[in-house]
Nanobody
């Protein structure tokens, strides 16, 4: 069974930083691309950052240079480093991966409350 498990979330103060991790396990399928999405209370899930199989990265406009997405292919792990966090970044952050001949899979999310 293929699983995506996020970790690294937790309370952080405005202006602080945090690194999220997403570990993919149990997969015999090639990963085409991976990305991070988030969902704030009362809002729809939205795209945060993505990384293609070739390493090209994409970010939502609200990131404004504050986040960096990366991927360790040897460890089957994706990261999202977040800096200069704002209260409006408060959300549950989800890992997503697209697999060849399998489709997209989601993790269960990790909570990131940004508050003083």
């Amino acid at each position: 069974q293929v699983q995506l498990v996020e970790s690294g979330g937790g309370l952080v103060q405005p202006g602080g930083s945090l690194r999220l991790s997403c570990v993919v396990s149990g997969s015999d399928y090639s990963i085409l691309a991976m990305g991070w999405y988030r969902q704030a209370p009362g809002k729809q899930r939205e795209f945060v950052a993505g990384i293609e199989s070739g390493g090209d990265t994409h970010y939502a406009d609200f990131v404004q240079g504050r986040f960096v997405i990366s991927r360790d292919y040897a460890k089957s792990t994706m990261y999202l480093f977040m800096d200069n966090l704002k209260p409006e970044d408060t959300a549950v952050y989800y890992c997503n991966a697209g697999f060849t001949n399998l489709g997209d899979l989601w993790g269960r999310g990790t909570q990131v409350p940004v508050s003083s």
